[in-house]
Nanobody, 115 residues
Framework: QVQLVESGGGLVQPGGSLTLSCGAS????????MSWYRQAPGKERELVAL????????NYADSVKGRFTISRDNGKNTVYLQMTSLKPEDTALYFC????????WGQGTQVTVSS
């Protein structure tokens, strides 16, 4: 049974930092490209960052470049999203996704940036 479980969300002040984690099970994690997406109320889900299976390649949305870092630990079947210099517009439900021949999604973790 495939599972993706996000954690690490919460309430943070503007300028603060959070690190999200996504633990995976039920598939060959190291073979899959892992991505973080987010969806704010009333908006479409958007790609935030992705990392290839071996971790050799990453890509970021322009809105988060220089502030967010995606990484993975294939030994722990976990992908991370380190978020710094957070802004109110980063407020959203953050999802992780695994992609190869199929796509798997987690349930999401809420990030709220507010003073």
């Amino acid at each position: 049974q495939v599972q993706l479980v996000e954690s690490g969300g919460g309430l943070v002040q503007p300028g603060g930092s959070l690190t999200l984690s996504c633990g995976a099970s039920g598939f060959t994690f190291s073979s899959y490209t892992m991505s973080w997406y987010r969806q704010a109320p009333g908006k479409e889900r958007e790609l935030v960052a992705l990392i290839t299976g071996g971790g050799g390649s990453t890509n970021y949305a322009d809105s988060v470049k220089g502030r967010f870092t995606i990484s993975r630990d294939n030994g722990k079947n976990t992908v991370y999203l380190q978020m710094t210099s957070l802004k109110p517009e980063d407020t959203a439900l953050y999802f992780c996704k695994a992609s190869l021949f199929k796509q798997y999604w987690g349930q999401g973790t809420q990030v709220t940036v507010s003073s």
